[in-house]
């Protein structure tokens, strides 16, 4: 009876542990250029995005820069559900536009799945590209 119950106890701290044990911190990146744009433009600017997303809390962090942009930018955000080369609405705003940008989110379930699946990206617009100067896809 004892070796059952340990093995109870066993079983049971074991399945208290499985899911602190699934969550993790993901690294996306995105390297913004005027080229992968839709359509692609010619801007000279360019920015990087950084971001982390927390599997247990579902909180997604970021830091966006850029430089070199033909004018103020005037607003920037993620976007998505898309595939590279497809335009898709505003997931979530950045709150400001100067760079560089910071912020987090609570993600749902659905926006972490397109997120994890490479389906979001940044987008930085400017008075002379209002659909978007700089753009980069989100990738682990």
């Not at 972490?112 to 990738?139: F, Q, T, V």
Request: glycine fraction near 10%.
């Amino acid at each position: 009876m004892r070796k059952l119950t340990a093995c109870g106890v066993m079983l049971v701290a074991g399945m208290a542990w499985a899911p602190l044990a699934s969550a993790e911190t993901v690294v996306l990146k995105a390297e913004l250029k005027g080229s992968n744009e839709v359509p692609p433009n010619t801007s000279p600017a360019t920015g990087t995005a950084e971001a982390t997303y927390d599997t247990a809390t579902k909180v997604l962090t970021w830091i966006v820069s850029y430089s070199n942009l033909s004018g103020p930018a005037i607003g920037a955000h993620f976007h998505g559900p898309a595939e590279a080369g497809k335009n898709a609405g505003i997931v979530v705003p950045f709150n400001f536009v100067a760079s560089p940008m910071k912020g987090q989110a609570t993600l749902t379930d659905a926006q972490a799945a397109d997120l994890l699946a490479g389906k979001w990206y940044a987008n930085i617009h400017s008075a002379a590209n209002p659909g978007g100067e700089i753009r980069g896809n989100l990738a682990k």
